[in-house]
C-alpha cells in the first residue's frame, strides 16, 4: 500500500478544493472513497446516488484487479506469468488489455514494454522504501534479455495468452487503472449518472461536467514540490475526459547521492533518462492517456510530440522538463488555481 498512498494523499487535496468533491457530500453531489488497487479511490457522483450505486462500481475495481494484479495469486496475470510458456485460457477483458499494452509497444518502438515484469520486480521501488537498494548488474542482464512484447502470442478468439519466453513475465500496472477508470465510468453512464468524477490514485476521469455545468477542475502537482508537497503547477479544466500523470518523482530513492525512479528502460534495466520529469495527458479514455504519458517521459518531449499527433483520443499534455521548461501540447489550458 506504501507505495501509492503519498501519491493520493496530496492528489485528493486538490481535487477536493478545486472540483469541490472529493471526500465531500451534500444534497447535489456525494461521494464515496474505499481502500483498492494498492491506494484510495474516490468516485463523486451528483446525488442522490441510487441505492447500491456505489457498491457495484468499486465491485468492478475489485474485478479488475483480481484479473490485473501482478502479485495476486490466481489472477489471469499471475498464470500467464507463472504458466512456462504455456498457452494460458483468460478473461476477454484480460486479453483485451494486454492487446492495449502491445500496441503502446508498438507506437513507442518497444520502450513501452508490457513484458518488464521481471525487471520492475526486480528494482521492487514500493515494497522496501527504507531499504532501498540497486540490483545486482548480472540480475538485471538476466531480467532484460525476458523483455520483448512481440514474444507476447494473444488470441482473441480463444480469449488466450502466451509468453513464447517461458522466464517472462508481463506488468499491466502501467495501464491498469485507467482501463478500470474507463471501466467504471461507463458503467455510471450506463446507471443513468450524468456527471461524475472517478479518481484512481490520482487517475482521474470525468463524466459529463459538475452539478452547476461547469467543467470539472483539476490541479497538476508541481514537480518540484517532492512527494508529499502540495505545491500547484496549475489547473486544467475537463469534461467527458480524463487527466492522467506520470512523474520521476513520484517513486524514487537516492543512493549515494544518485536518484533512482520507477520509470525503467526496458532496453538499460535502469532507470529511463530523459529530458522529461513529468507528463500529465487529457485524453478522451483514461487508457489512452496511462500509456502516453508513461511513453513521453519514456522517449522525451520531441518524440512525445510526434505521437501525439498520431492518437486520435488526445486532448492535450502537458510536459515539465528537467530544465523547469513547461511545453503546453493539444487544446488545453493550463491556467492558475485561484
Known amino acids: 500500500m506504501h507505495k501509492e498512498v503519498y501519491r493520493i494523499l496530496s492528489f485528493l487535496v486538490i481535487v477536493s478544493m478545486l472540483g469541490g468533491c472529493a471526500g465531500k457530500q451534500s444534497s447535489e453531489q456525494i461521494s464515496e472513497t474505499r481502500l483498492l488497487l494498492d491506494t484510495y479511490c474516490t468516485i463523486t457522483v451528483h446525488g442522490p446516488a441510487e441505492p447500491g450505486l456505489f457498491d457495484e462500481a468499486f465491485s468492478l475495481v475489485e474485478k479488475y484487479e483480481a484479473l490485473f494484479s ?6 489471469d496475470v499471475w498464470r500467464i506469468n507463472n ?5 494460458v485460457p ?47 548488474e548480472a540480475e538485471l542482464t538476466e531480467a532484460r534479455l525476458t523483455i520483448d512484447y512481440r514474444q507476447v502470442n494473444v488470441n482473441t478468439a480463444e480469449s488466450t495468452v502466451q509468453l513464447v519466453d517461458p522466464d517472462a513475465w508481463i506488468d499491466l500496472g502501467a495501464i491498469a487503472k485507467g482501463y478500470i477508470g474507463d471501466k467504471i465510468a461507463g458503467f455510471l453512464i450506463e446507471s443513468g449518472v450524468t456527471g461524475a468524477l472517478i479518481d484512481l490514485g490520482g487517475d482521474v476521469v470525468a463524466v459529463g461536467s459538475r452539478q452547476d455545468g461547469t467543467p470539472w477542475r483539476i490541479g497538476l502537482r508541481e514537480p518540484s514540490s517532492g512527494n508529499n508537497g502540495s505545491g ?18 513520484e517513486r524514487q530513492f537516492e543512493i549515494n547521492g544518485v536518484s533512482y525512479h520507477h520509470i525503467l528502460d526496458p532496453k538499460t534495466a535502469m532507470p529511463v533518462i530523459s529530458d522529461v520529469i513529468s507528463a500529465t ?3 478522451k479514455n ?9 511513453i513521453a517521459i519514456l522517449l522525451g518531449s520531441e518524440k512525445a510530440q510526434e505521437i501525439f499527433c498520431q492518437v486520435t483520443d488526445f486532448i492535450g499534455a502537458v510536459l515539465v522538463l528537467d530544465s523547469g521548461e513547461i511545453l503546453r501540447f493539444g487544446s488545453i489550458e493550463l491556467t492558475d488555481a485561484r
Open 70 to 75: 501482478i502479485t495476486i495469486e490466481g489472477s
Open 90 to 136: 483468460v478473461d476477454p477483458e484480460t486479453v483485451e488489455l494486454v492487446k492495449s499494452g502491445l500496441e503502446f509497444g508498438e507506437l513507442s518502438g518497444g520502450m513501452f514494454d508490457i513484458t518488464i515484469g521481471r525487471l520492475s520486480r526486480l528494482w521492487d521501488f514500493g515494497d522496501k522504501p527504507d531499504q532501498p537498494s540497486v540490483p545486482g
Open 286 to 294: 483514461a487508457l489512452t492517456g496511462e500509456g502516453l504519458s508513461t
Open 281 to 283: 495527458v487529457v485524453t
Open 232 to 249: 500547484l503547477l496549475g489547473v486544467v479544466e475537463i469534461a467527458g475526459a480524463s487527466v492522467i500523470g506520470s512523474g520521476t518523482y
Open 83 to 87: 504458466a512456462k510458456g504455456k498457452t
